[in-house]
């Protein structure tokens, strides 16, 4: 019988709280000594247990979010909730197992150097978890920084703890929108960086409470992991008590502000000017991006601008646009030709999605501020919004602020030669749009066999801790191979995006970024496209694959698939 608080009402008791504490305590000591073998037992012991709730899992995410658990749209719950969840557990448990026989993780291929002189890890495909089939033409590495040399570590120094280090415990606040950050952010901070967790869950998820308790007890029998609920009050007793060594903390950059530099207006500009901090703990963080989709002027096949559309589209309804990943920012030339031909196929298939229940607080306030209209709906719902041609001077706030809210809006360059336009492109994004998460560079094919040197050179300048090209960034989340979090440029004055990365199951130390490449238009259709007709049996299908992966698992997925 645990003593920490499992409801709301306990969660204000500083006794409670300090039960967790000394739980955790002992289960930090405890995982000073831990096997590799018994970590991997850990992580397998959970998977199981995360297949025997995932439909519990999705079915409490689609009602707290008013969507249909059987139906497509189910699919972003499930396969941002216990498949991502799953792939994660079974990646990390399988690079504990090959530390411990072979000494390092095995990566799915060879590290390269591209033609600036970088190191690139390959991270994608895994061939053990059949990627090379679900994932058919995207492939991603983690470029490393510029500075890594031939001889300099790749991974991390150390897969246990070193023996004279200090136990510790951290805090980590969980987000609300999307149910597998939580418990990802918290297994992170266990298994890379060897310390018990404290998660508090936000306000607007805390219904995965039971099912989080329930998939994850092998790691709260082992004290490592302690799960609450609670308010403001509690949450503010948690990131400032003396035993709490690190925070961690998923969400906006105001509430990191708020928790490192007081709330009060005037004390956190005199604090910063001071560098005061009010934490002493150690902080990372995943924070907000105004995210820029960059397309490079060129010509494009009717099927590639389609295929382009339907991912930015699916990039701004998913989770219905309450995600850090959301395009916030369509980048074009002026004097691309098929500019209007593009955006009219966008706006195309946004009308074809239903709009979603706005069930994210300060919803409708965000949608007014970001789209300049109010939107009085009595079922609850806001329409997927597209502004064109936006200027920094005339709306400043959609270039500098994260709406976190169903609206996009598109920019226009003066610069005509692809060239020429992606040179001003990475300078246009690296200084006027606040964040540095993600970014997504369409470009032609003509143009990318030819200009291999300039397209690397681009992703090189970008300050974005992920740089996908073709794709949605909304994937390098999912594939939990590739490090998570803001470009590495972060401090705690100026965090952007986030300091730190999670996920990162090969353990890669030195990270510029996350590179994901893929082609202009796939098949079949993307699961994660919001026109897949049965993307929710195609995820279920995956969360199967995932619980005992065996090729026969392949064939309800390619069935379903192909069905969509």
């Given at each position: 019988?645990?003593?920490?608080?499992?409801?709301?009402?306990?969660?204000?008791?500083?006794?409670?709280?300090?039960?967790?504490?000394?739980?955790?305590?002992?289960?930090?000591?405890?995982?000073?000594?831990?096997?590799?073998?018994?970590?991997?037992?850990?992580?397998?012991?959970?998977?199981?247990?995360?297949?025997?709730?995932?439909?519990?899992?999705?079915?409490?995410?689609?009602?707290?979010?008013?969507?249909?658990?059987?139906?497509?749209?189910?699919?972003?719950?499930?396969?941002?909730?216990?498949?991502?969840?799953?792939?994660?557990?079974?990646?990390?448990?399988?690079?504990?197992?090959?530390?411990?026989?072979?000494?390092?993780?095995?990566?799915?291929?060879?590290?390269?150097?591209?033609?600036?002189?970088?190191?690139?890890?390959?991270?994608?495909?895994?061939?053990?978890?059949?990627?090379?089939?679900?994932?058919?033409?995207?492939?991603?590495?983690?470029?490393?920084?510029?500075?890594?040399?031939?001889?300099?570590?790749?991974?991390?120094?150390?897969?246990?703890?070193?023996?004279?280090?200090?136990?510790?415990?951290?805090?980590?606040?969980?987000?609300?929108?999307?149910?597998?950050?939580?418990?990802?952010?918290?297994?992170?901070?266990?298994?890379?960086?060897?310390?018990?967790?404290?998660?508090?869950?936000?306000?607007?998820?805390?219904?995965?409470?039971?099912?989080?308790?329930?998939?994850?007890?092998?790691?709260?029998?082992?004290?490592?992991?302690?799960?609450?609920?609670?308010?403001?009050?509690?949450?503010?007793?948690?990131?400032?008590?003396?035993?709490?060594?690190?925070?961690?903390?998923?969400?906006?950059?105001?509430?990191?502000?708020?928790?490192?530099?007081?709330?009060?207006?005037?004390?956190?500009?005199?604090?910063?000017?001071?560098?005061?901090?009010?934490?002493?703990?150690?902080?990372?963080?995943?924070?907000?991006?105004?995210?820029?989709?960059?397309?490079?002027?060129?010509?494009?096949?009717?099927?590639?601008?389609?295929?382009?559309?339907?991912?930015?589209?699916?990039?701004?309804?998913?989770?219905?646009?309450?995600?850090?990943?959301?395009?916030?920012?369509?980048?074009?030339?002026?004097?691309?030709?098929?500019?209007?031909?593009?955006?009219?196929?966008?706006?195309?298939?946004?009308?074809?999605?239903?709009?979603?229940?706005?069930?994210?607080?300060?919803?409708?306030?965000?949608?007014?501020?970001?789209?300049?209209?109010?939107?009085?709906?009595?079922?609850?719902?806001?329409?997927?919004?597209?502004?064109?041609?936006?200027?920094?001077?005339?709306?400043?706030?959609?270039?500098?602020?994260?709406?976190?809210?169903?609206?996009?809006?598109?920019?226009?360059?003066?610069?005509?030669?692809?060239?020429?336009?992606?040179?001003?492109?990475?300078?246009?994004?690296?200084?006027?749009?606040?964040g540095t998460l993600c970014a997504t560079i369409t470009v032609p094919n003509s143009y990318r066999k030819q200009h291999q040197k300039e397209i690397e050179q681009a992703i090189d300048r970008l300050r974005y801790g992920a740089v996908c090209i073709n794709q949605?960034?909304?994937?390098?989340?999912?594939?939990?191979?590739?490090?998570?979090?803001?470009?590495?440029?972060?401090?705690?004055?100026?965090?952007?995006?986030?300091?730190?990365?999670?996920?990162?199951?090969?353990?890669?130390?030195?990270?510029?970024?996350?590179?994901?490449?893929?082609?202009?238009?796939?098949?079949?259709?993307?699961?994660?496209?919001?026109?897949?007709?049965?993307?929710?049996?195609?995820?279920?299908?995956?969360?199967?694959?995932?619980?005992?992966?065996?090729?026969?698992?392949?064939?309800?997925?390619?069935?379903?698939?192909?069905?969509?």
């Amino acid at each position: 019988m645990h003593a920490c608080p499992s409801t709301s009402q306990h969660n204000s008791n500083d006794q409670s709280l300090d039960a967790c504490i000394s739980e955790l305590t002992r289960g930090a000591h405890r995982l000073r000594t831990l096997s590799l073998a018994s970590r991997s037992d850990l992580l397998d012991a959970c998977a199981t247990r995360v297949g025997r709730v995932a439909d519990a899992w999705v079915r409490a995410a689609c009602g707290a979010k008013q969507i249909d658990a059987d139906q497509a749209t189910a699919a972003e719950e499930i396969l941002a909730g216990p498949s991502s969840m799953m792939r994660y557990l079974r990646l990390l448990s399988q690079t504990y197992r090959d530390v411990e026989t072979r000494g390092m993780p095995n990566l799915p291929g060879k590290i390269r150097t591209n033609s600036l002189g970088r190191r690139c890890v390959p991270i994608m495909p895994v061939k053990h978890l059949y990627d090379p089939l679900i994932f058919m033409g995207l492939q991603a590495e983690v470029w490393l920084k510029a500075d890594s040399k031939a001889d300099d570590p790749v991974f991390v120094h150390s897969w246990l703890p070193e023996a004279n280090a200090r136990s510790r415990i951290a805090g980590v606040l969980g987000a609300g929108n999307v149910s597998a950050i939580p418990a990802t952010d918290a297994f992170h901070k266990i298994f890379l960086e060897h310390e018990a967790v404290l998660l508090k869950l936000n306000p607007v998820n805390d219904y995965l409470f039971p099912i989080f308790q329930d998939a994850f007890q092998p790691l709260i029998d082992a004290d490592l992991l302690r799960i609450v609920r609670g308010n403001h009050e509690f949450g503010e007793a948690m990131v400032r008590h003396p035993d709490i060594d690190s925070l961690h903390l998923t969400g906006s950059n105001l509430t990191h502000d708020a928790i490192v530099w007081g709330t009060d207006a005037e004390e956190r500009s005199q604090r910063r000017r001071d560098n005061q901090p009010l934490v002493t703990q150690s902080i990372t963080s995943e924070l907000g991006n105004v995210t820029p989709w960059v397309i490079v002027p060129g010509e494009y096949s009717r099927r590639q601008l389609l295929a382009q559309a339907e991912h930015v589209a699916s990039s701004i309804v998913n989770n219905a646009s309450f995600n850090c990943i959301a395009t916030k920012m369509i980048v074009t030339s002026r004097h691309w030709r098929q500019r209007d031909e593009f955006l009219e196929l966008v706006d195309s298939v946004l009308r074809k999605i239903p709009p979603r229940v706005a069930y994210y607080p300060g919803a409708h306030d965000r949608f007014r501020r970001a789209a300049g209209v109010e939107a009085v709906r009595d079922d609850g719902t806001l329409p997927w919004t597209l502004i064109r041609d936006s200027k920094p001077s005339e709306q400043p706030h959609l270039f500098l602020e994260e709406s976190f809210v169903c609206v996009c809006a598109e920019t226009q360059l003066d610069e005509g030669s692809p060239d020429a336009f992606l040179d001003a492109a990475v300078d246009f994004v690296n200084d006027k749009l606040f964040g540095t998460l993600c970014a997504t560079i369409t470009v032609p094919n003509s143009y990318r066999k030819q200009h291999q040197k300039e397209i690397e050179q681009a992703i090189d300048r970008l300050r974005y801790g992920a740089v996908c090209i073709n794709q949605w960034s909304g994937i390098v989340f999912g594939l939990m191979t590739p490090p998570w979090g803001g470009h590495h440029s972060a401090t705690i004055q100026s965090p952007q995006s986030g300091i730190g990365h999670v996920h990162n199951t090969f353990g890669l130390t030195n990270i510029d970024k996350t590179v994901l490449f893929g082609p202009l238009a796939s098949f079949p259709k993307p699961v994660w496209f919001p026109t897949h007709q049965t993307s929710h049996r195609v995820g279920r299908s995956l969360i199967s694959l995932y619980q005992r992966p065996s090729p026969l698992r392949l064939l309800p997925i390619f069935f379903h698939a192909l069905r969509g």
